[in-house]
């Protein structure tokens, strides 16, 4: 697993003066029902398209799951904001998003305000501003229309890209859209530029219409995606919390071991070809479990991270300036270690 770098820093209130965080997330993980039979633990797991998200369908796919007495039960969504929406009533327990969502997700069900258990990625080049070719500069779409979707990354990545020009989200024009459709719309011309994450941004690349002008790789230590818990499900199930997180383990461990068979089941399941999987992994940062308690530190890299997130959402009227913020527990980790 690679490495995140001991400096990874929050982000800066200053760098970004009319952030727009989006409010719904990114796809997300959800432990739907448990039952035992035969002393096996059953997790419903919704899944949508991500690379750094494809390590629970992998390890279900091996039988990985199995080892520490789970059965991961994958359902697949479409729609990544139907799966927010899900936690927001109550339907699931568990979720696969970043930390902008974390912040927000508190704010909205405080009595159910998410804790961290673990960092699953960090984005180092995965989140893109794709444009026209015929744009020589972040700065010439100021006035064009741009395609974010609202249930994902883009609004920040479009923020960070344009304030880093000296231009704000209301220097654009702004067309919410499925990630899926955001290739034909930069064909004809509807849109000058996208935001937008693998699968769809490789995709969207092989038409040769539009090439990446920023990326995460820019912005290090900001995007991380972690897997949060609902604090009365974890309270009740944290050994189950543990199994799950020693699976996810499991399965990168089995991807370093073994990439090349690994690479064919992911890339099978989010629908590009090996090559193009693999080049999306290069985008992104992993941090083993046996690396990650630093991060969970007090006034560590997550706290700091959320901290700063919240200052963001409050300078923008998103939320109040003493919200609360999602608790970061590495307990679950430390009992993952031990099994």
């Not at 989140?127 to 990354?153: C, F, K």
């Not at 070809?273 to 046996?290: H, I």
Request: proline share 8%; hydrophobic share 45%; net charge negative.
């Amino acid at each position: 697993m690679q490495h995140l770098a001991s400096s990874v820093a929050p982000l800066p209130l200053a760098a970004v003066p009319r952030l727009l965080v989006r409010w719904l997330g990114l796809t997300v993980l959800a432990l739907g029902t448990v039952g035992c039979s035969s002393s096996i633990t059953t997790l419903t797991v919704p899944v949508s398209r991500w690379p750094g998200f494809e390590f629970f369908p992998l390890a279900q796919e091996l039988g990985l799951d199995r080892r520490h007495g789970l059965s991961l039960n994958l359902k697949v969504y479409a729609n990544p904001q139907d799966i927010v929406h899900a936690y927001l009533r109550g339907d699931l327990h568990l979720a696969q998003l970043t930390t902008v969502e974390a912040v927000d997700l508190c704010n909205r069900v405080p009595k159910r305000c998410p804790v961290v258990v673990l960092v699953l990625d960090e984005s180092r080049g995965g989140d893109q501003l794709v444009v026209e070719r015929s744009l020589d500069s972040i700065t010439q779409l100021r006035g064009r229309t741009v395609a974010i979707t609202p249930s994902t990354l883009g609004p920040f990545v479009l923020s960070r890209a344009l304030a880093r020009h000296g231009l704000k989200l209301d220097d654009v024009e702004l067309s919410p859209m499925p990630p899926e459709a955001m290739t034909e719309a930069l064909a004809r011309g509807d849109v000058a530029a996208a935001a937008l994450f693998p699968p769809f941004l490789e995709k969207a690349i092989a038409t040769g219409k539009v090439r990446p002008l920023f990326t995460s790789r820019e912005i290090p230590g900001e995007i991380f995606d972690i897997l949060v818990v609902d604090p009365d499900f974890l309270a009740s199930n944290r050994q189950a919390m543990a199994r799950l997180v020693r699976v996810w383990q499991d399965a990168h461990d089995e991807a370093d071991e073994r990439p090349q068979p690994a690479i064919a089941i992911m890339a099978r399941h989010e629908g590009v070809t090996e090559q193009a999987f693999r080049n999306s992994l290069e985008g992104l940062v992993f941090l083993s479990l046996y690396q990650q308690e630093r991060l969970f530190a007090p006034n560590g890299v997550l706290e700091r991270n959320l901290i700063t997130l919240r200052e963001v959402q409050a300078y923008l009227d998103l939320l109040p300036a003493d919200a609360p913020l999602p608790p970061v527990d590495s307990s679950v980790i430390r009992a993952a270690l031990q099994r």
